[in-house]
Structure formats: structure tokens, C-alpha cells
């Protein structure tokens, strides 16, 4: 399931060329599996909170393509959980 579009995700980022498109759904690709993977369900209507969350990772790793950075990226992890928090599935 497609939780944000391209277009949605070049808004965000503020760009308005095509070279990027590729790498760009890539990162869209990653990002919603990330949250797949935590145990958050991407079924339509996806919420406002999760569209943002993706938003966020996307355009977090659009801007640090690097590997390592002299700083972990608390900021955005911690970003990210939040607004992600409350539409985790809880398992026993």
C-alpha cells in the first residue's frame, strides 16, 4: 500500500525536478516498510500522524545520505516513535 505519494513526498522535500523521482520512491519504499515493521498497519485511510512520520523519515535520510554522521539522529527517532506510538499493534 502506497501510505504517501511521490507527489506528496517532493512537496515535503520542496523539490520539483524529476532526476530524484527514483531515489525519492526508494526512500518511500524504505520508510513505509519501517513502519510496517514496527507493527504499525498502513490500511486506508492512512492516519495523518503515521503520512507524517513517513514525511519525516524520508526527508531526514533525503537530506544525510551518509552512512555516519558525528551525531546520532535522537532528534528524529524520537520524532518518528512518537507520532508512531499509538498506532503500534500491541502483541503478548
Known amino acids: 500500500m502506497e501510505a504517501v505519494s511521490l507527489a ?3 512537496a515535503h522535500l520542496r523539490i520539483g525536478f ?3 523521482d527514483g531515489y ?3 526512500l518511500l519504499e524504505a520508510a513505509e516498510g519501517y513502519v510496517s515493521e514496527i507493527g504499525v498497519a498502513l490500511a486506508a485511510p492512512v492516519p495523518a500522524p503515521v503520512k507524517h512520520a513517513i514525511l519525516l523519515l524520508v526527508s531526514h535520510w533525503y537530506g ?3 552512512a555516519a ?3 546520532p539522529p535522537k532528534a528524529i527517532a524520537f520524532g518518528v516513535d512518537a507520532l508512531l506510538q ?3 499493534e500491541q502483541s503478548l
Do not use: G, H, M
Request: proline share 6%.
Open 64 to 66: 544525510a545520505r551518509e
Open 18 to 20: 524529476t532526476s530524484d
Open 69 to 71: 554522521a558525528t551525531e
Open 24 to 26: 525519492v520512491t526508494s
Open 86 to 88: 499509538p498506532f503500534r
Open 8 to 10: 506528496e513526498a517532493k
